[in-house]
């Protein structure tokens, strides 16, 4: 058959825990700038290459992706949580809120933004759509 990077291998009668070690080796390589002795030496070894990187440049880009909005959204909570806090600063001045009431309503809204709110039957219309029968239970 064809040539394969394997063929070395077993002419050397390696075990095959370090042919599994070669290979991982030769995996690991593809995702980083770390040197590999054995290099694809057929076409289904080199289109399995091919697919390896695909592969991974699919699932890097997915990373990057969602860890880039993941950021962005935590940036613009942040954003709007500053905007909130300095608009409410600006209205205490601008209405002449004594410090001690506006630290007052300060800490009710700080409190008050973290209780549960109870999710109620009528907030979910998708269980309008159940029988009768599974309602009533």
């Not at 095959?16 to 070894?45: D, G, I, K």
């Not at 608009?87 to 409190?111: M, P």
Request: glycine fraction near 4%; include cysteine; charge should be positive.
């Amino acid at each position: 058959g064809e040539k394969s990077w394997l063929d070395t291998l077993t002419a050397n009668n390696a075990s095959l825990a370090y042919r599994y070690v070669c290979s991982y080796h030769w995996v690991m390589a593809q995702f980083t700038p770390a040197p590999v002795e054995f290099h694809p030496s057929n076409v289904r070894e080199r289109s399995f290459s091919l697919l390896v990187l695909f592969v991974g440049f699919v699932l890097f880009s997915s990373l990057v992706g969602s860890t880039s909005a993941l950021i962005n959204q935590s940036r613009k909570d942040a954003y709007s949580r500053l905007k909130e806090a300095s608009s409410l600063r600006r209205f205490y001045v601008d209405n002449h809120i004594s410090v001690a009431l506006g630290a007052r309503i300060t800490n009710f809204l700080k409190s008050s933004g973290r209780t549960y709110n109870r999710v109620l039957e009528r907030d979910l219309p998708a269980l309008k759509a159940l029988p009768v029968s599974l309602q009533k239970e």
